[in-house]
C-alpha cells in the first residue's frame, strides 16, 4: 500500500514498476490535521484508476472529526473509484491526543460502513445485468403510452396513422410500434381507447 499525497507520477511509475510482481494499492490523501477537500484533490482518484488500472486505489481520509466531510468524502471518494478506506478511530471524540483531529467515534465508523456498504450495493451491478428490467421497472415501462385506437374500427380497415393515437392504459401484450400497425388490416373490430393486440392484426 502506497501513499501518493505528496507524490510524482514518475515516482509512482517508479514504486510501481519495482514492485510489478505485487498486489499495489494506491492510497489517495495525505496527513495534514485536518485536511481540506479542496486541498486533497479527490479527483486524482478516478485518474489514478484510469491509469493503474491493475492496482486498487484507496482514499486516506484526515477530514476533521466535527466536520461532515469526515463521514461524506468517503461517499464520494468510492463514487469516483476507490475501495479501500483509512480512518482513524478513537474511544473519545475530540480529546487531544496523536491523531485526535481526524479520529472518528464508534457511530460514525458504522455510519461511514453503512453508507459505503450501500453504494457498493447500488453501484457494482455486472455488466450483464446493467439493462435487465427488474419487476418495477418493467411495470413503469408497461404504463408508457402506447397505440391505441382513435375511433371506433371495423374488421377489414387498413390501418392508418390517422387512425392511432397514444395514451398511457394499464394493457398486457399490447403492440407498441405504430409503426408496426400502419397498413395492416384488422381482423377484429377495435372500439376507441382500446390498445391493439397482436391478435387484431390480420
Known amino acids: 500500500i502506497f501513499g501518493v499525497g505528496g507524490r510524482t507520477l514518475d515516482e509512482i511509475d517508479y514504486v510501481l514498476n519495482k514492485y510489478k510482481d505485487r498486489d499495489t494499492t494506491l492510497m489517495v490523501g495525505f496527513q495534514s490535521y485536518p485536511s481540506e477537500l479542496q486541498d486533497i484533490k479527490l479527483s486524482r482518484i478516478k485518474e489514478l484508476k484510469n491509469k493503474y ?48 483531529q481526524s479520529a472518528v467515534g464508534a457511530k460514525k465508523i458504522s455510519t461511514i460502513i453503512s453508507r459505503l456498504t450501500f453504494l457498493d450495493k447500488i453501484l457494482n451491478i455486472d455488466e450483464a445485468d446493467l439493462f435487465e428490467m427488474n419487476a418495477k421497472e418493467i411495470n413503469y415501462r408497461n404504463r408508457q403510452k402506447i397505440p391505441v385506437a382513435k375511433h371506433n374500427l371495423e374488421i377489414g380497415h387498413m390501418l392508418t396513422e390517422e387512425d392511432i393515437e397514444l395514451k398511457m392504459i394499464d394493457t398486457d401484450n399490447a403492440k407498441d410500434d405504430i409503426e408496426l400497425l400502419i397498413n395492416h388490416k384488422l381482423k377484429n373490430k377495435v372500439m376507441k381507447d382500446r390498445a391493439f393486440l397482436a391478435k387484431d392484426l390480420q
Open 53 to 100: 488500472p491493475s492496482s486498487a486505489i484507496g482514499y486516506a481520509d484526515h477530514s476533521s472529526f466535527d466536520d461532515e466531510m469526515a463521514i461524506i468524502s468517503n461517499d464520494y471518494a468510492y463514487i469516483l473509484g476507490a475501495r479501500i478506506f483509512e480512518k482513524h478511530i478513537t474511544v473519545d471524540e475530540g480529546i487531544e491526543r496523536i491523531d485526535f
